[in-house]
């Protein structure tokens, strides 16, 4: 019996940011195929790596490219996984539409769990006109100055659950999404 499979977003924590935890994206390709992943494909140079043919255990996934990534490049990175339907999910439930030209305006912090109480209950009013919104495991981002300058981001950046996730711009969003449909 052939195992099921899914396709898979593995994004990546804090590499290549600043000249730090070097990873080119071809080795990133390469630990994918070492690990079974075939026709693995990267978008950028900030660990998005989408897998077409992951296990069904997301946790699994993330285990796997975390150990290969110790190993191999001797990097303690956090990985990420949302599903296909998951991500379909996020692009839908943008709730910011406005910002989503501008795809540097609008981004996502993809939390490595639910949303706990303290993201959820996070007083982002004093930030206008900066806004979040908060969904099961991701928060959105409305940064009209984009991230940058954002005190909002700062603020979120320092809480349990929010500091351990990982942001992407609508951009990327976008254009992880058009990977998947090729997939």
């Known amino acids: 019996m052939i195992p ?3 396709s898979v977003v593995a994004l990546l924590r804090g590499i290549n940011v600043g000249g730090r935890n070097r990873l080119p994206m071809a080795d990133l390709r390469s630990i994918a195929a070492t690990l079974g992943f075939a026709d693995a494909s990267t978008y950028l140079q900030s ?3 989408v897998l ?7 946790a699994e996934v ?12 001797d990097l303690e990175v956090a990985v990420i996984i949302r599903t296909a339907g998951e991500w379909t999910r996020v692009v839908a439930a943008n709730p910011f539409p406005a910002d989503a030209a501008d795809g540097a305006k609008l981004h996502v912090v993809f939390l490595d769990g639910p949303a706990t109480d303290s993201v959820r209950s996070f007083e982002a009013a004093r930030y206008e006109p900066e806004a979040l919104a908060v969904t099961d495991s991701e ?6 100055n984009g991230m940058g300058r954002s005190k909002l981001a700062a603020a ?6 929010a500091d351990t996730g990982t942001t992407r711009n609508w951009k ?5 999404s058009e990977i998947l449909d090729r997939s």
């Open 4 to 6: 099921s499979t899914q």
């Open 47 to 49: 660990g998005n790596l």
């Open 52 to 58: 077409r043919n992951a296990p069904l255990d997301t």
């Open 62 to 73: 993330a285990a796997a490219l975390t150990a290969e990534i110790r190993t191999s490049f």
């Open 139 to 144: 928060v959105y981002l409305s940064l009209p």
């Open 156 to 161: 979120l950046a320092r809480i349990p659950n």
């Open 172 to 176: 990327t969003v976008l254009a992880v």
